[in-house]
């Protein structure tokens, strides 16, 4: 019985998540851009749930209202395609001290699964210390790129 509490819930706020849509679809065609831009952010934000109330909205009289709910749905649908093809990277976690640089860079590519190639860059006898803990390859990057005028990516 308890497993099927949430889906209850969710049923439950349906009606008003639907109001609140119906709400934010209305102030597309406001006065203010203000407001028209804030709804449509909210909108997005609500993403599949706004999907049939947009489509019906891509119906009304207002040319603004067809406009930006036709902006929303294919935000809705970019964010969705998004969500298909882009995975969070694995945190990662990198500790060289006084280590040549072309050793963090394949110790970095190694672990990220990232390809790295610095044969564009002299190396030869510059090393570095890197610490990072549970960060990004972007920022072990920085980090290591960062105070050197021969490095950058």
């Known amino acids: 019985m308890l497993r099927y509490l949430p889906l209850l819930a969710l049923g439950l706020l349906l009606p008003q998540d639907e109001a609140q849509i119906r709400t934010w679809i209305k102030q597309l065609d406001d006065a203010g851009i203000e ?4 709804a449509l952010r909210e909108l997005i934000k609500a993403g599949a749930t706004a999907e049939p109330l947009l489509r019906e909205a891509q119906q009304s009289e207002s040319p603004e209202v067809r406009m930006r709910a036709a902006e929303a749905l294919g935000a809705i649908a970019l964010a969705r395609k998004a969500k298909e093809v882009y995975r969070e990277p694995a945190p990662l976690t990198l500790s060289h001290e006084n280590a040549p640089i072309s050793a963090i860079l394949e110790d970095l590519a190694a672990r990220s699964g990232l390809r790295i190639d610095a044969s564009a860059v ?6 570095a210390s890197l610490k990072l803990e549970s960060g990004t390859a972007m920022q072990a990057l920085d980090l290591l790129c960062a105070g050197r ?3 950058s990516w």
């Open 35 to 38: 407001v028209r831009e804030q």
């Open 122 to 127: 002299k190396l030869e006898g510059e090393t």
């Open 149 to 151: 005028s021969n490095l």
